[in-house]
Each structure stands twice: as C-alpha cells, then as structure tokens.
C-alpha cells in the first residue's frame, strides 16, 4: 500500500509541474508575450550608438559627464564656473581667463565630438552594410576608443586648468552651489 500511494504521488506530482511551469513562463516564450526590448526604437537613430541628444552634445563640445572624476572631487569645469560667476564673487581678470580656458577646451572638444559622430556613424554603416571584418572592427574600435580617451583627458583637463584659476574658498563655494555641500572639498 505504501508504494501505491508513493506511486500515485509521483504521477500527482509529475502531472502538476506542466500546469506549474505554464502559470510561471517556464514553458517557453511562446506562451506569452515577448516585452519590447529596451533598444527599441534605437535602430531608426542616424548613428545607431548615439542618441540625438548626445550628437548635439559632441557637435557643441559639452561635457556629457565626461569629467565626473574631476567635477565631483572639487575640481570645478569652466562652463559652470562662468555659469556661477556672480555667486563665485569671479574678479574680471578670473573671468575672463575662464573664457578663455572655455574657448581653448572648445576648440579641442568640438573636433574630437565631431570624430567621434563619424566613426560611429563608420562602424554603423559597416554593419548595415554588412561588409564588417573581424580586423575592421578591432580596428574601428581602438579608433573610437583613442577619440573618446582624448575627449575625456581635454574635458578633465580643463577642470586641473580651472581649479588653479580659483581661491579655495571659491572651489568650496562651487560645489555648494552645484550641490555637492556633502563633499569633503
């Protein structure tokens, strides 16, 4: 009797998982509905890995949080400073060599953001294409990766240049101002 109801367990058991596994998605993706996928949408973008938002940051030589590192351990960005001008208490001669480390970092950012659009738009076209190599993507990529180093070490850069522009109080004041009182600059 004991193997019996063992028996009959088992085949309760075994014929209790397929309805389990349905109520559960177990059974295959079939069985309902595929979610769209976060990149949906994305394959109708000019240049596939950029959105709009991020060509117009590159074309205009925007930060993109590219100098986070520097920015968030007291280390100010000419954009920001210039933006804070008047609450900084700037003298004439720290502002106008703000604007001109602005101009100077523009002048090196625009070009590699400008870089940076045309090689990804390459790399798109070689997979739509799809005439991509193994040896082009490798090259490709390195290519990209050298024009995104550059345009973070010219954005960082320029927040070393800033922070030697400032008195302490000021870069203290700064990171008040944007928000990052809780730092220890």
């Known amino acids: 009797m004991n193997r019996m109801f063992s028996a009959a ?3 309760a058991l075994l014929a209790a998982v397929p309805a389990v596994a ?4 177990l059974h295959g993706v079939s069985e309902q509905a595929n979610p769209p996928s976060p990149y949906s949408g994305m394959e109708t973008r000019s240049v596939k890995a ?7 940051d590159l074309e205009a030589g925007r930060g993109m ?5 520097a920015e968030l351990n007291g280390y100010p960005g ?5 933006e804070l ?31 940076l659009i045309k090689e990804e738009a390459e790399l798109d076209r070689l997979f739509a294409e799809r005439t991509i190599t193994t040896t082009r993507l490798i090259e490709m990529t390195k290519a990209i990766a050298d024009v995104q180093g550059a345009l973070r070490t010219a954005h960082l850069r320029y927040h070393l240049d800033m922070v030697q522009l400032l008195t302490p109080e000021q870069v203290r004041r700064y990171s008040q101002l944007r928000g990052y009182a809780g730092s220890a600059n």
């Open 78 to 82: 000419p954009s920001h400073v210039l």
């Open 85 to 115: 001008a008047e609450a900084l208490s700037l003298t004439s001669k720290q502002a106008t060599h703000t604007r001109e480390l602005l101009g100077q970092m523009k002048a090196v950012t625009i070009p590699l953001g400008k870089r």
């Open 50 to 56: 950029l959105s709009d938002d991020q060509i117009a």
């Open 9 to 11: 367990l088992m085949l």
């Open 65 to 69: 949080g590219l100098a986070l590192s």
């Open 22 to 25: 349905q109520n559960h998605g």
